[in-house]
């Protein structure tokens, strides 16, 4: 069946303007997760959708950073006026189980995307 | 906070070898620690996940291990082979999935 996809794959911005990536889970994946991956780095944790609610957004950089999943299946994340600071990978990726209690990463296989490349000019 | 160190940074080693690497956690309170693998431009696949209470899991070619007390775990690839090439990364799952900065592995044909 099909992965987890994103769109669009590369996006240039100038600085300031406002971007939205694309992520489409696996079809019936309760979990959500969003990364952001900085060139030579691993990635590290934005935020986590259980269906459509957002349970942890502590990995938020600043409030120019929103993620949205209204209705349990595709997530958009918005970057406002963008830095070039923002520049990075951003992944998406699901999983089939809620993350119970403080595990919020989840016990469950995490199915990621290939990635939006995001260059700020 | 946790904090997760891969060592080497890149590795080089002949086809057909074996090897091994590196993970290291600082908060032992984890639920499992997975391991990945990235290809150039694409997303992570996931290779191996280690409950906490298990010591190793096996698939394939590979073994991973787990050692909370001393909070390292490792890799382990048998007879390597040029598709084999690829990041490496470990990941530690507490409240969130913590990774390393990975290894950056390149088999010679």
């Known amino acids: 069946g099909a992965g987890v996809s994103q769109s669009p794959r590369y996006k240039v911005a100038k600085r300031g303007q406002d971007v939205a990536l694309r992520c489409d889970p696996i079809s019936g994946h309760v979990s959500l997760f969003w990364y952001q991956q900085a060139l030579g780095q691993g990635p590290e944790f934005l935020t986590y959708?259980?269906?459509?609610?957002?349970?942890?957004k502590s990995g938020l950089p600043s409030d120019r950073f929103f993620a949205e999943r209204p209705e349990g299946s595709v997530s958009t994340l918005k970057i406002q006026r963008t830095q070039q600071e923002d520049s990075a990978v951003y992944l998406c990726a699901s999983s089939l189980a809620p993350a119970s209690g403080r595990a919020k990463s989840g016990t469950d296989t995490q199915y990621f995307g290939p990635g939006t490349r995001l260059t700020v000019l | 906070k946790q904090e997760v160190t891969q060592i080497p940074a890149a590795l080089s080693v002949p086809e057909g070898e074996n090897l091994v690497l590196n993970c290291s956690f600082t908060d032992s309170a984890i639920y499992n620690l997975q391991w990945f693998r990235q290809d150039p431009g694409k997303g992570l696949t996931s290779l191996l996940l280690?409950?906490?209470?298990?010591r190793e899991q096996t698939s394939g070619r590979l073994n991973a291990s787990l050692d909370k007390s001393s909070g390292r775990s490792t890799l382990y690839i048998a007879a390597s082979q040029p598709g084999d090439s690829a990041t490496y990364l470990c990941a530690g799952a507490n409240e969130k999935l913590t990774f390393g900065t990975g290894t950056r592995l390149t088999i010679i044909p």
């Open positions: 280690i409950q906490s209470s298990q």
């Open positions: 959708f259980q269906n459509e609610a957002q349970l942890d």
